[in-house]
């Protein structure tokens, strides 16, 4: 009796502690989660390796301006398309004029000191290179306002809240709209510094709108499946809590510089963590209620529980948490991080699923079961086990009476009883018809583009950045706020501009000047600078700058300037875009493989066999396939995209692989289980109808999730969420469901070679 009271309390204890250990997590990591978006870094250029072109171009270029600039640029022209009046013109003109006096913080214009006396700006002027210019255009339709941001300022942060680049942006625009609101002239506030302000704006929604959607989507899966107005908030709270753990890691690591994270890895983290750990609590939850069926102790049947589920879990997360590392294998810092990023937030899951969401359930009493109500599940006698198991499965083929067949007595499932009934009576003919299904819609993958897209192309709603680029491009002509930037050996300097001029996509090539240009577009004056025996050419493109048309005429300017002189960099925006999807296309020939050998391994070990590994992985890369080329006629001709960067089917693959392969882990683990004490048959159709239900609603919450990821109006992540959901849910009801089973039907106890299964029948063993 003493010691029942102290292992009584030991356990209290335990809980205890364990539950005021999330707490704190939820309270510390709550303040993180919303202070990630201060740690972010959303610059291309900051991905690319030091190896890269574009980057030893912009350390070679960077010598010949005094400071680097990121262009916002404002473009004014007539409300009617009329001709702008020279009170018009003065008006833009004094516009630019008053810029350098716009407050950055309440007050500032007010304020004294500044950038340049080493205080916190506290004015528009205070982190420009230059005075703004105004350039009228040639056509005599509008002016275009350059405001020139001082690039190693526009990253920072005013008060440790927003960077410095997107408040000058939203001052601008505030600027623009008091000032020629109702005076027939329309204007946009566009360039580099635009573009940037607007996908920054495009991420924000990642802290609010897409967990919101998110967790709104996962309680209405899991009221549906659980029909208790308790269990899905038990859940919830697991996954939020789990989230807060990752974001405190995730933003200790990139505030300190150990890893960097943009946009794209928060969104995607925040909806890996809570499919992850709401698909996790599934399989717990499953396998506790099925215990409490078995036992009267609420305790013995969650550590039975917690005993069977933590192999599966264990290897799915490690599965996952493997095949994402091998993003630190890229070239790219944002691909590279990612690895790790979502890495921490897998383990996030993992660690509350098996030691948060157990405390709320034993929280519930040792004698009550009302977690559950009102479908609670009760314990079923021994002797009464017989009458209340429900349906049976025919395990016997159409044909013949198979040696390792027998009938078997499951507990009712409903429609996953007729399922693996259904395959049973015909494995072959379900797998060859799915497998063949699977390869057509996987013969479609050549047609996917992911070349690459510009930045006016990755936004999916009407945006000031964009609409402003179209008028810029049609009234300046050749105009670019990034100039591509070709650094040439000084005696070479006749021969790379004639090469570049002869180059389709060219508009024109200009040296720097000891007189450089105020203004984009315009003239040069002086004699060239030479620095090093070098000199700088900014060469403009007919393309805007941030277009894949301009990223096609760098790279057929590289191979001009090259053949004629080999030692010329080409850098520059659209130079930096062209080296982050050659990188990307490497990342994906390279990290593939490796993702496919490092899980077929696991895979091996985990299921003790080679067969059904090498059997488990080909039936997740067709499924992929069959996911990317559904994805290519979507996008193609229904959604109309204009292509897709390199990394979405690299980040597809690694998602789906690892995160596909894990239903038919779940359904494996399970399947060798039974097979230890009824044979491979009948254990692999036991197991389908018993984790059918369980395994269909995991990945169904996790499909919606991923689509949630669908609400950032942004193209990458748009097309991340629907192969991810699409493949998801292919993995789910098809591969998992229909191919894996009927294979492993059909295949029997072979399936399980070179293993001990593999050589004998069923062994008897009693229940733990």
Not at 646 to 674: H, K, N, Q, W
Not at 706 to 731: N, R, T
């Amino acid at each position: 009796m003493l010691s029942n009271r102290w292992s009584g309390a030991l356990r209290g204890l335990l809980i205890l502690a364990v539950l005021g250990v999330w707490l704190a997590v939820g309270a510390l990591g709550g303040q993180a989660q919303g202070q990630l978006s201060s740690v972010q870094t959303n610059d291309a250029a900051a991905f690319l390796p030091s190896s890269a072109e574009s980057t030893q171009a912009a350390d070679a270029a960077r010598e010949f301006v005094d400071s680097e600039s990121l262009p916002a640029l404002v473009v004014v022209r007539p409300a009617d398309g009329s001709d702008l009046t020279g009170e018009q013109l003065a008006a833009v003109e004094d516009f630019a004029a008053g810029i350098g006096d716009l407050p950055l913080v309440e007050g500032g214009a007010e304020g004294e000191g500044g950038a340049a006396s080493g205080s916190e700006p506290r004015t528009v002027g205070d982190v420009l290179t230059a005075d703004p210019v105004t350039v009228p255009s040639e056509d005599g339709r509008a002016a275009l306002v350059v405001v020139s941001l001082d690039a190693a300022l526009s990253s920072e942060l005013i008060g440790d809240e927003e960077r410095i680049n997107n408040v000058v942006v939203a001052a601008l625009r505030d600027a623009v709209a008091d000032t020629f609101d109702g005076s027939g002239l329309e204007a946009w506030v566009t360039g580099p510094a635009g573009f940037v302000a607007d996908l920054v704006n495009a991420f924000g929604g990642i802290d609010t709108v897409l967990l919101l959607v998110a967790l709104a989507a996962v309680l209405v899966i899991l009221a549906v499946v659980y029909r208790s107005p308790i269990l899905p908030f038990v859940v919830i709270l697991t996954a939020v809590l789990a989230l807060s753990l990752a974001g405190l890691v995730v933003y200790h690591l990139a505030d300190s510089g150990v890893l960097t994270l943009n946009g794209q890895s928060q969104g995607i983290l925040s909806i890996l963590v809570v499919g992850a750990a709401v698909d996790y609590s599934l399989l717990v939850v499953a396998r506790y209620r099925e215990e409490l069926r078995h036992v009267r102790s609420t305790y013995t049947a969650l550590r039975r529980a917690i005993r069977a589920s933590i192999e599966p879990i264990a290897a799915s997360a490690g599965t996952v948490i493997a095949g994402l590392l091998c993003l630190l294998l890229s070239d790219l810092a944002s691909n590279r991080s990612l690895g790790p990023v979502a890495a921490i937030g897998i383990v996030s899951a993992f660690l509350a699923a098996l030691t948060l969401l157990p405390v709320f359930l034993v929280l519930a009493g040792q004698r009550s079961r009302g977690i559950f109500w009102p479908q609670v599940p009760r314990f079923v006698e021994p002797e009464a086990d017989a009458a209340e198991t429900g349906p049976t499965i025919d395990l016997t083929g159409p044909e013949t009476a198979r040696a390792d067949a027998a009938r078997v007595d499951v507990e009712g499932h409903g429609v996953w009883s007729k399922v693996a009934s259904f395959v049973g009576r015909h494995d072959r003919p379900v797998w060859i018809v799915t497998a063949v299904v699977l390869a057509g819609c996987a013969a479609f993958v050549p047609t996917l583009d992911a070349e690459g897209t510009g930045d006016s192309e990755v936004f999916l709603t009407q945006v000031d950045s964009v609409d402003g680029e179209a008028v810029l491009a049609e009234h300046f002509e050749g105009v670019s706020a990034q100039p591509v930037v070709v650094v040439v050996p000084e005696g070479d300097v006749d021969a790379v501009t004639q090469a570049a001029e002869s180059t389709p996509g060219i508009a024109a090539v200009t040296a720097v000047t000891e007189g450089a240009p105020a203004a984009p577009g315009a003239p040069s004056q002086g004699p060239p600078v030479v620095i090093d025996g070098a000199v700088r050419l900014d060469v403009s493109t007919e393309a805007p700058s941030d277009s894949q048309d301009a990223v096609v005429a760098v790279a057929d300017l590289r191979e001009a300037v090259h053949e004629v002189s080999p030692e010329t960099l080409v850098g520059g925006a659209a130079a930096e875009r062209l080296d982050t999807q050659e990188a990307g296309t490497r990342d994906l020939q390279v990290i593939v493989p490796v993702v496919l050998v490092v899980i077929l391994l696991i895979l091996m070990l985990l299921l003790r066999s080679v067969l059904a590994a090498v059997l488990l992985m080909g039936a997740n890369v067709l499924s992929f396939g069959a996911a990317l080329g559904v994805a290519a006629l979507v996008f193609e001709h229904v959604l109309d995209f204009p292509g897709a960067d390199p990394a979405v089917p690299l980040y597809a693959f690694c998602f789906l692989v690892a995160l596909g392969v894990d239903y038919s882990i779940f359904l494996m683990t399970r399947v060798r289980e039974e097979s230890a004490v009824i044979g491979t048959r009948p254990g692999v159709l036991k197991a389908l109808a018993v984790t059918g239900s369980v395994i269909t609603s995991a990945g169904v919450v996790l499909a919606a999730t991923f689509a949630a990821l669908g609400v950032i109006p942004l193209l990458f992540l748009a097309q991340i969420a629907f192969i991810v959901a699409f493949g998801v849910l292919l993995d789910t009801l098809v591969v998992r469901s229909l191919l894996v089973p009927a294979l492993v039907h059909d295949i029997g106890r072979r399936v399980w070679w070179p293993g001990a299964l593999s050589r004998g029948g069923p062994r008897p063993t009693a229940r733990a």
